[in-house]
């Protein structure tokens, strides 16, 4: 073991960045899932800045790349190949960190759901489709509750959208937990880097073409852009030479960019291809950039000026309880737009509103959601850096 890598498995990696896009991320999110318009045309500020938020599924490209490059960190760094603890220990720790905040918030939807059928079993009051548009559905049958317990809600087109439709994303991560150590670890330890990324893609997209598209709701080729945060772990951190001389050589922040360029050029409708080639391309720059910013941490180098923002503070502090905001923000917005709605608003004032409002009323809710429901259960939380640390 030498010097570099010594160091490197001695001290425990703050890699500040990951927490900062983490959190900018989940925030873009929020802003893609309000509803700014109440049946008349946006003014022209909020239709512009509506162009900006059509981008919503390249953040959860960011969070699965995130995923599969935090999950293959301590297997690369261990030099061991395996995830430690072994399995039971691993999915231990993988269920101790997604699912309390993820039922908590669940459970605060049927409660939610539960109140407005009371209200509208008791009162004249009825629940209006239009003024409750968003991420939260209040009425779902049984199968659905079903569904989200077992986290499958994501395979089926008609449990995706219900209760809190962006969870949907939860219950495809959680799965990919289980493909990880059972499927994409064996491949990379038998057959190396390269092999892992082509099967996780080629399995990925295997129901879209060979199987009429089965499980689409779930984006199955989600494995393959997980694959690619496997990897830029791998290259960041590994001490074989090849891949040495791959992180060394390359310009990782030039083919960031120009993969950024080609997800978007890919993503515009009009070309007609298949939503996993963009996303999947932008995940290849996420990867690239991970490599970069992960190099230049590891020499003591600073960011360059335009990616320091990954590290602001405030967007450390967001990326601490951005979990407990993805999962909370739904119905917090429905709750929102639906008193706006009776509010007597010009639509500029409606969408101004409804975006400031939203976005605060969101934070406000998620921060004590997380202290209570999410923070207990991370490992080690005692010595995890809080909000108004990370602040200050």
């Known amino acids: 073991m030498n010097q570099l890598q010594?160091?490197?498995?001695?001290?425990?990696?703050?890699?500040?960045?990951?927490?900062?896009?983490?959190?900018?991320?989940?925030?873009?999110?929020?802003?893609?899932?309000?509803?700014?318009?109440i049946g008349e045309e946006l003014p022209t500020l909020w239709l512009w800045f509506g162009k900006f938020l059509r981008y919503g599924a390249f953040a959860v490209v960011i969070f699965i790349v995130l995923s599969g490059y935090g999950l293959m960190l301590s297997v690369v760094r261990s030099q061991k190949g395996y995830v430690s603890g072994g399995l039971l220990d691993y999915i231990k720790r993988r269920s101790r960190r997604i699912l309390p905040p993820y039922y908590a918030a669940l459970g605060f939807c049927i409660l939610l759901a539960i109140a407005i059928f009371l209200?509208?079993?008791f009162t004249p009051f009825q629940w209006n489709e239009f003024a409750g548009k968003g991420s939260f559905e209040p009425k779902f049958s049984l199968i659905d509750v079903l569904s989200y317990l077992l986290l499958i809600h994501n395979l089926s087109p008609s449990t995706h959208i219900a209760i809190n439709p962006p969870m949907w994303t939860v219950a495809s991560e959680?799965?990919?937990?289980?493909?990880?150590?059972?499927?994409?670890?064996?491949?990379?330890?038998?057959?190396?880097?390269?092999?892992?990324?082509?099967?996780?893609?080629?399995?990925?997209?295997?129901?879209?073409?060979?199987?009429?598209?089965?499980?689409?709701?779930?984006?199955?080729?989600?494995?393959g852009i997980f694959a690619l945060g496997m990897a830029a772990t791998d290259i960041g951190f590994s001490q074989k030479p090849q891949l040495i001389a791959m992180r060394n050589s390359l310009r990782w922040d030039l083919l960031a960019i120009v993969f950024t360029a080609i997800a978007f050029v890919?993503?515009?409708?009009?070309?007609?291809?298949?939503?996993?080639?963009?996303?999947?391309?932008?995940?290849?720059?996420?990867?690239?950039?991970?490599?970069?910013?992960?190099?230049?941490?590891?020499?003591?180098?600073?960011?360059?000026?335009?990616?320091?923002?990954?590290?602001?503070?405030?967007?450390?502090?967001?990326?601490?309880?951005?979990?407990?905001?993805?999962?909370?923000?739904?119905?917090?917005?429905?709750?929102?737009?639906?008193?706006?709605?009776?509010?007597?608003?010009?639509?500029?004032?409606?969408?101004?509103?409804?975006?400031?409002?939203?976005?605060?009323?969101?934070?406000?809710?998620?921060?004590?959601?997380?202290?209570?429901?999410e923070r207990p259960f991370i490992s080690s939380f005692i010595k995890k850096p809080k909000v108004n640390d990370a602040v200050i």
Request: glycine letters at 6%; aromatic letters at 18%.
């Open 6 to 37: 010594k160091n490197h498995s001695e001290k425990k990696l703050h890699l500040h960045y990951l927490d900062g896009l983490r959190g900018l991320a989940a925030l873009y999110v929020v802003l893609v899932h309000i509803e700014p318009s």
């Open 119 to 121: 209200i509208e079993r």
């Open 174 to 223: 959680w799965q990919l937990y289980f493909f990880f150590p059972l499927l994409l670890l064996p491949i990379w330890r038998r057959f190396g880097l390269l092999t892992v990324v082509i099967s996780a893609f080629l399995i990925g997209t295997a129901p879209l073409y060979l199987l009429n598209r089965l499980f689409e709701t779930a984006n199955p080729w989600l494995l």
């Open 266 to 373: 890919t993503e515009w409708k009009q070309l007609g291809l298949d939503i996993w080639i963009g996303r999947s391309f932008f995940g290849l720059a996420v990867a690239c950039l991970f490599i970069y910013c992960t190099k230049l941490s590891l020499d003591g180098k600073k960011l360059p000026s335009i990616l320091r923002i990954l590290e602001h503070p405030w967007a450390i502090a967001l990326g601490t309880f951005s979990y407990s905001l993805y999962l909370t923000h739904g119905p917090i917005l429905v709750l929102l737009r639906y008193f706006l709605v009776s509010q007597p608003l010009s639509p500029f004032m409606f969408a101004t509103l409804s975006y400031v409002m939203g976005v605060v009323m969101s934070l406000v809710f998620a921060y004590p959601f997380y202290l209570i429901f």
